[in-house]
């Protein structure tokens, strides 16, 4: 059961070829889980999280498969999608403030966009009043125009507009990037609040705020020039790392807890490579202070202890040894 | 180094753009036609060559008109003068709609309201009725004059856009670090704001370049047009006038409608074309 | 809401005065006496030539001081007070341009409305794909491209002389006298067909293309991939894109007012339909300064009119504004 991803390759097709921004990820997601994933802008989480729900142009399908639920899901198809769009699988997008029709009260659109999926509105309604409330939204907004709400509200009215059919799974993609620090913490915790009561079942939240997965995550899954570099616990990722990146990463936060800024990885030497032309074997080592020649070849993402996956070299050498 | 290969990325996909190629190939052969077609005809356009009219044979290739003149010289002459007309007034028209959008928008204040409010009146008067009150009362009317006064009556949404535009730009980190350096305003605007609009420049321009055409054959037409020189616009308005319709003389009155169509339409593809290479949003994949 | 339309009646009373000063100006700081001119080019008999002259004097009102005649010039023209036609002399200006003003109504109005709905159907209709667009597309550059005194001779040759469909000279038959009946009307609508499509179809290739470039920008927008990334069908995906692509089509009706009546006037001189376009190229015929004037002002306030409605309309149709929202002036 949960979300279950295997070898999915996704590129992005521009002029100039393909950019090869998610390679060959596998990995697991629970019921009931919520998973962080981070890692720099540019690292391909985002595409890893769109190819779930919305895999449109100029991203290409190259291979992979993805099971929700013990189900396949057609992701490379846009329309046979469509069936399990919002009910199964859902997102918050990044751009949450601009992402209701301008035009339309928020009622009446939402009302359109349920009876279009065949769900009937009038039954559904005390059910998104509630989440209404829920969320600590007027009622009236389904009355209003997106223009007359806040930014923070639309956000909310958004989560609560994705999750109205109870998906198995929310993407939620960096929801708190355009809120202050305040607001930040109160839509993290209403993201717990959601799974608590089961409007979604799993979740994935992309972020390059580790701070918040601080607070929410159940676990992380870190990323770097597309390729996954290290999954396990909450904790063990915040406390012992042992992909030299995600160590690198999480030793450039000032403190655990603080909120760091994508700038403050310049701490990090080097750059991540361009991945229209991505180097062989693993991206990391150019500026992996312990790369050896075995680092041309891709490290498998092995299970180094239970629940923790690493893809790296040295630390699946140390795993074979003990 | 960067601005060099940033250069020749939209040379590259300038080079593979469909609708640029075609529309510039359109526009390049009328403009040559219009250069060397005086040289090519013996005759002049107002001159006596044939008696009564004739159609298009391989003497007068676009026949003659009811006067005996040759219809291929008053085509490349009208073509030639089509051709100045835009590049005047649509020339015009960009340079008054940009001076009044950038300082619009670059000052603000009173200044942005006082000229917001001059836009939006002229874009409200529809200008060829202004320019055909204002030619009526001129006994000679001057090819430079109707260029001018076609440009003076254009600009409102050129400056419209440049003050959108400049105050998105105004605001930008680059403009503020030129500022805090002590820069010259006028010399922020020279070297930090300009080269950024250059590209939006040249398809405003193009966009007036059309208009201009459609506005002063619009206004050649009625008979408001330049006194002394043959445009497009008048030749349709002889042939009109006198009676090529009912001769059915098609020489007379389809060639100049025709080309004002093709360049100006020409012009239209272009602008799509050259948008797509500077928007790398509307490229296509 | 408010601050919308006063900010937009300043614009347009400011744009009336301007008008109007520009229409008092010309003739007065011109070079030569233009009723002079006006006489001794109509040719007139010496008495009816001293009767125009002393009608016209007065009427300028030469005799008094400069700022006089300013204020009298618009105390004449709130009276509706426009001269008197030297072309149709005795008639004053004002009636002849009430005959000739429903005929400009008779074709704008449904041109603009008709090619307006079916360019915005059309061109919504260009986005669906690669090769309606690439088909479509090409056709609307032409269209709009096309001069209409072009495009107006072209079918008043093809379809009007070479193959005789419909008359392409006048409002109705020569031999009619305008009235309530069948054979009028028949008549009328006859003649209407040939103007009418030159203009509508020139109308159409813009309003098209206008559509087909705000419908993508429209399809592309973020809430309409949030609308994709829910699973919606596309037909509402599609229908939310027109509905918000619509809108700054109606800002371009507006914006596009005035290559319309510029459009207008000369379709009407090639199929010598007795609009004010028609007037306007008699008046310059004849040197009739005072129509031309009359004719100037009228077209002046009918835009500016038009304008206004616009502007109503946008508000009814954008909840944007209605939501209290103070647009851009």
């Not at chain 1, 020649?293 to 690493?310: L, M």
């Amino acid at each position: 059961m949960g979300l279950q991803v295997e070898n999915l390759t996704v590129y992005y097709q521009t002029l100039k070829g393909n950019v090869q921004a998610l390679e060959n990820a596998s990995f697991n997601v629970a019921d009931g889980e919520i998973m962080g994933l981070a890692g720099e802008s540019g690292c391909g989480k985002t595409t890893l999280g769109h190819s779930l729900v919305y895999l449109n142009q100029p991203m290409k399908f190259i291979g992979g498969r993805v099971l929700l639920n013990d189900q396949d899901m057609p992701i490379a198809d846009m329309e046979a999608m469509n069936d399990f769009r919002l009910k199964q699988i859902s997102i918050i997008p990044q751009y949450a403030m601009n992402a209701l029709n301008p035009t339309r009260k928020i009622g009446k659109m939402t009302a359109e966009l349920l009876e279009s999926k065949k769900v009937s509105f009038k039954i559904i309604k005390a059910e998104l009043e509630r989440r209404l409330d829920l969320v600590k939204l007027p009622r009236e907004v389904l009355n209003m125009y997106p223009i007359e709400l806040s930014g923070g509200m639309k956000q909310r009215m958004v989560m609560v507009l994705s999750t109205l059919l109870n998906p198995a799974l929310l993407i939620a993609d960096e929801i708190t990037s355009a809120l202050d620090v305040a607001s930040q913490k109160a839509v993290a915790e209403m993201l717990v609040e959601f799974r608590d009561q089961q409007c979604c079942n799993s979740a994935i939240v992309i972020t390059h705020d580790i701070s918040i997965l601080y607070q929410i995550a159940d676990s992380i899954l870190i990323m770097y020039a597309g390729q996954l570099a290290e999954r396990a616990s909450t904790d063990a990722i915040i406390h012992s790392p042992r992909h030299p990146y995600t160590k690198m990463l999480i030793s450039s936060l000032p403190k655990v807890g603080v909120r760091y800024e994508e700038k403050k990885l310049s701490g990090i030497p080097g750059k991540p490579p361009l991945l229209l032309n991505p180097p062989r074997g693993c991206r990391f080592k150019e500026r992996c202070p312990l790369a050896f020649e075995k680092c041309d070849q891709v490290p498998p993402f092995e299970e180094i202890a239970p629940g923790h996956f690493v893809a790296c070299w040295k630390e699946s050498a140390k795993n074979a040894q003990a | 180094m960067q601005q060099l290969k940033k250069k020749n990325e939209m040379l590259y996909f300038a080079m593979r753009n469909t609708k640029l190629r075609i529309g510039v190939i359109i526009v390049l052969i009328f403009v040559i036609l219009a250069i060397i077609g005086p040289y090519i005809t013996h005759y002049k356009p107002r001159d006596y060559v044939a008696p009564g009219p004739q159609p298009p044979s391989s003497e007068f290739w676009f026949g003659t008109t009811s006067f005996g003149e040759d219809v291929f010289s008053q085509f490349v002459s009208g073509l030639r003068a089509t051709f100045i007309v835009g590049i005047l007034g649509g020339g015009m028209g960009t340079l008054i709609g940009v001076l009044v959008g950038f300082t619009a928008g670059y000052r603000g204040g009173w200044l942005d309201e006082t000229l917001n409010m001059l836009t939006n009146i002229v874009l409200v008067v529809p200008s060829l009725v202004v320019l055909i009150i204002i030619a009526a009362y001129l006994e000679v009317r001057g090819f430079l004059f109707e260029s001018v006064f076609i440009g003076c009556f254009a600009w409102p949404w050129v400056a419209r856009a440049i003050r959108a535009q400049t105050f998105s730009l105004r605001t930008r980190d680059f403009v503020d670090l030129a500022r805090l350096s002590g820069m010259k305003p006028l010399k922020i605007i020279i070297t930090e704001i300009a080269p950024n609009m250059m590209s939006y420049l040249l398809l405003v321009f193009i966009l007036q370049f059309g208009g201009a055409i459609l506005t002063a054959a619009t206004l050649d037409f009625i008979g408001l047009g330049p006194t002394n020189t043959v445009s497009l616009g008048l030749m349709m308005n002889n042939a009109v006038i006198y009676g090529a319709l009912l001769l059915g003389m098609w020489w007379w009155f389809i060639p100049p409608g025709l080309a004002i169509t093709i360049v100006v339409g020409a012009l239209y593809i272009t602008n799509v074309g050259l948008d797509e290479v500077f928007n790398p949003r509307l490229r296509e994949m | 809401m408010k601050r919308y339309f006063s900010r937009k009646l300043l614009i347009y009373i400011l744009t009336l005065i301007l008008a109007v000063t520009v229409d008092w100006l010309i003739p007065r700081f011109m070079p030569g006496n233009p009723v002079q001119i006006m006489i001794a080019r109509a040719g007139l008999k010496a008495e009816s030539a001293k009767l125009v002259y002393s009608e016209y004097m007065k009427a300028f009102g030469l005799d008094v001081p400069i700022w006089q005649q300013y204020i009298n010039f618009w105390i004449a023209l709130f009276h509706g007070d426009f001269g008197v036609s030297l072309w149709l002399f005795p008639r004053p200006v004002l009636r002849i341009i009430m005959d000739a003003v429903p005929y400009d109504l008779l074709l704008l109005v449904p041109a603009i409305l008709i090619s307006w709905f079916a360019g915005n159907n059309f061109g919504a209709f260009a986005a669906r794909s690669k090769w309606l667009d690439n088909t479509i597309s090409p056709l609307g550059y032409v269209l709009t491209a096309t001069p209409y005194m072009w495009l107006g001779i072209l079918l008043a040759w093809a379809l009007g002389i070479v193959v005789h469909i419909f008359p392409f000279s006048g409002a109705y038959s020569y031999g009619l006298m305008p009235s309530l009946s069948w054979k009028f009307i028949g008549s009328l609508l006859q003649h209407w067909v040939l103007p009418f499509m030159s203009l509508f179809l020139v109308m159409f290739g813009g309003w098209a293309i206008g559509m087909r470039n705000m419908i993508i920008y429209e399809l592309e927008a973020d809430y309409s991939h949030y609308l994709e990334a829910l699973g919606a069908p596309k037909n509402l995906v599609r229908r939310y894109a027109f509905r918000n692509a619509v809108l700054p089509q109606i800002t371009g009706l507006a914006l596009q007012l005035g290559v319309i009546v510029a459009g207008q006037l000369v379709t009407e001189i090639v199929f010598s339909y007795p609009g004010l376009g028609y007037l306007i190229l008699q008046a310059i015929q004849n040197h009739d300064f005072f129509l031309l004037q009359g004719c100037f002002l009228f077209i002046i306030i009918g835009v500016l009119i038009a304008n206004f409605a616009i502007d109503v309309t946008y508000v009814l149709v954008d909840p944007r504004t209605r939501a209290g929202m103070t647009g851009e002036a």
